[in-house]
């Protein structure tokens, strides 16, 4: 971070922090968080881990919430959302702050959804963490989700993360906290999105807990507008024997960073994470993931599969830890990367450090074109090369689209991948 | 149907067909034998127009136009279809999807609404009992997972739902047991008929045994060195290839 920067983070939270909601995060908190951020800096392309990303806007972006600096915005109708899924309380957030008129609650045992956190965990001390610190001090609203023991079926919860203001008029800061108590089961939908047009700034933090023996199936979509610029960061804890299953699908925002980070902090927990992303035109789409595993037995399963076209560069960074008391870890990884254009980027990279000697980890990182033989195939059928291609692209993602388990949820992920390669119609009719 | 004249090909600048010339009326069943390293699946490649192949001589006509300068789709929609030696598996692309889009793509070409999707399926499940495919199979990858066996199946099972005017198989009997050639033979049996052409491209006898050919050409050297009626065939079965290949050396 430039000092200029530095100076403007500390001048804009000096001039509102009287104004932010103590309850959200306290001030003790807050303070602590910009204290953080002004003795680590913010990320620059220098570190390691952010070479990929596009840091620039960071440079324009006024990081005082949207919300607060303008009150007034008009108020979105439920027609701008997408539309509802069966058997999910719906919680919509505007600009980083709860929009009661958009939501609708829904008694499911075990469930409580509330705007305040009981508690905060501890802030991560992870170098790619950093961004969150910004959520930390900045944040207008929680969703704080938290499920006891589910009998029946999982509770089901949706979050959607409307962006209007621009970035010239300040930062959304989506803000999520789950916990799960032992054996308790929660399928999250997030998602976010964003004025088609507008230039917002969305910085989100998500913060995961989930008990021993806990389920948590969380899909997360960005699908945010084609100016936007997009920073995430989520922390998950994994107790013995939980299990998480991670789905992201980033299709949206001009720029785009995630950073995830989950430690395996409980013997035989489970993490499958699957990402896909797709870049078109000018699009940054680069993501940051390590999986720590602390304790013994725990089992990891990383996918990946980005498709970069135009002028778009796709990242995949993936880091598996096993430190040293986490004998008998079991970690695969596959990340591909495919591209689609001339003036197009992917770098995949799988990366392992291995303190103990118990451990069995895979990986397969593979960056290439279209299968030519793949492509004459269908040619040699009578499809176009534009259809041909489209339905390889197509078929790529199929290792983590195919894992979305509520159809509803996957046909919509499917039409919004198939418009995001462009012209689509063709493909449609085969949905 | 299809005239070859004086066909020249190289690949990775060695010349693989040295003159090649085949007339294939419409209606007509003709077999291309060889022994490996003939030019038998570089003539069946480039009259699908797969890339790679150089043409530095000769000329090819489908229906009197000069197939050579269309691309490869547009070849499949004009009703050339290739039956591969080795069918690539593409995960994630459905079956069924691929099949539909084929057919569209070809029907679009002659002006044609698309199929009903209903009358459609049908269709395939239909040709599919014919080749003794389960109908699981349908909403598989194309040809994923599926033996060599099946791959073939799926080959002529495409055929059979596109109705070409010209198929070529390369080496569509290699890897089938006796059970599934014959299936295989008589899927293709069926798709004989007065307007279509069928270009078999084998190894060996035994597939002949059971589509029998109006015509049979032994293929050595880049060069068509013999052709005749089925008899060649038996004739090459008893006394071997070499005894072609004598010939023509």
């Not at chain 2, 090909?9 to 034998?33: F, N, Q, R, Y």
């Not at chain 2, 070409?164 to 050639?181: H, M, V």
Request: glycine share 8%; net charge neutral.
């Amino acid at each position: 971070m430039t000092p200029a920067l530095s100076k403007r983070v500390l001048d804009e939270y000096a001039a509102i922090r009287e104004s932010l909601p103590a309850g959200v995060v306290s001030s003790e908190r807050r303070h602590e968080a910009i204290q953080a951020l002004a003795a680590r800096g913010l990320p620059v392309t220098r570190d390691e881990n952010w070479r990929y990303t596009n840091l620039r806007p960071l440079e324009r972006a006024r990081f005082g919430p949207v919300a607060t600096a303008m009150a007034a915005l008009p108020q979105p109708s439920e027609a701008d959302l997408p539309g509802r899924l069966e058997g999910f309380a719906r919680y919509a957030f505007v600009d980083g702050a709860f929009a009661p008129a958009l939501s609708s609650s829904q008694e499911q045992a075990g469930l409580t959804v509330r705007r305040l956190p009981a508690a905060l965990p501890a802030l991560s001390t992870l170098p790619e963490a950093r961004l969150a610190l910004l959520n930390e001090a900045f944040a207008t609203d929680t969703a704080a989700i938290h499920v006891s023991n589910t009998p029946g079926k999982p509770a089901a919860v949706e979050l959607i993360f409307l962006a209007l203001g621009g970035a010239d008029t300040g930062t959304s800061y989506p803000r999520v906290q789950v916990n799960l108590d032992p054996a308790a089961r929660l399928v999250l939908i997030e998602r976010h999105i964003s004025a088609p047009g507008g230039a917002s700034f969305v910085n989100s933090a998500v913060n995961v807990d989930i008990g021993s023996g806990a389920h948590l199936t969380h899909y997360r979509l960005q699908q945010a507008g084609a100016r936007a610029t997009w920073v995430d960061t989520l922390s998950a804890v994994l107790a013995a024997d939980a299990r998480y299953r991670l789905l992201a699908v980033n299709t949206g925002a001009l720029s785009a960073r995630s950073t995830t980070h989950v430690r395996m902090a409980g013997p035989g927990a489970e993490l499958a994470l699957s990402v896909a992303a797709l870049g078109d035109r000018q699009q940054v789409q680069d993501n940051f993931a390590l999986v720590e595993h602390i304790a013994p037995r725990a089992r990891t399963e990383q996918t990946f599969r980005g498709i970069a076209s135009g002028r778009a560069r796709v990242a995949f960074n993936g880091k598996i830890a096993v430190r040293k008391a986490a004998a008998g870890t079991d970690s695969r990884q596959s990340l591909r990367g495919l591209l689609a254009g001339p003036e197009a980027e992917i770098d995949v990279r799988p990366q392992l450090e291995i303190y103990t000697d118990d451990v069995r980890c895979s990986h397969g990182a593979t960056a290439g074109k279209l299968d030519d033989d793949m492509l004459f195939y269908l040619l040699s059928r009578g499809l176009s090369p534009e259809v041909a291609q489209r339905l390889l692209k197509w078929a790529f993602l199929e290792d983590v689209v195919s894992k979305i388990e509520i159809p509803d949820l996957r046909r919509h992920i499917e039409h919004e991948l198939a418009g995001q390669m462009a012209d689509a119609a063709s493909l449609k009719e085969l949905l | 149907m299809l005239k070859i004249d004086d066909l020249h090909v190289t690949v990775d600048g060695k010349e693989i067909l040295k003159g090649l010339t085949l007339s294939v009326p419409t209606g007509e069943v003709h077999a291309v034998m060889g022994p490996n390293g003939s030019g038998k699946s570089t003539l069946a490649n480039v009259l699908a127009g797969r890339p790679g192949y150089e043409i530095t001589a000769g000329s090819v006509t489908f229906q009197g136009r000069d197939l050579l300068a269309l691309a490869p789709e547009e070849r499949a929609r004009e009703g050339v279809f290739l039956g591969f030696q080795y069918p690539v598996e593409i995960p994630g692309v459905n079956n069924v999807y691929l099949l539909k889009a084929a057919v569209n793509a070809a029907r679009k070409h002659r002006g044609l609404d698309e199929v009903d999707a209903f009358e459609f399926l049908a269709l395939v499940k239909d040709k599919m009992r014919l080749m003794r495919m389960e109908e699981s199979m349908l909403s598989r990858g194309v040809n994923e997972g599926f033996s060599g066996g099946e791959k073939k199946r799926n080959e002529v099972l495409q055929m059979l739902v596109l109705e070409p005017r010209l198929a070529i198989l390369d080496e569509t009997d290699s890897g089938l047991d006796i059970d599934a050639l014959k299936v295989v033979a008589h899927g293709v049996n069926t798709l004989r008929s007065p307007e279509r052409s069928l270009v078999l491209v084998t190894h060996y006898q035994r597939l002949l045994d059971h589509i029998v050919p109006d015509h049979v050409h032994v293929l050595v050297k880049g060069r068509i060195a013999r052709s005749g009626d089925k008899s060649l065939a038996l004739e090459l079965e008893r006394r071997g290839y070499d005894w072609v290949s004598g010939e023509a050396a």
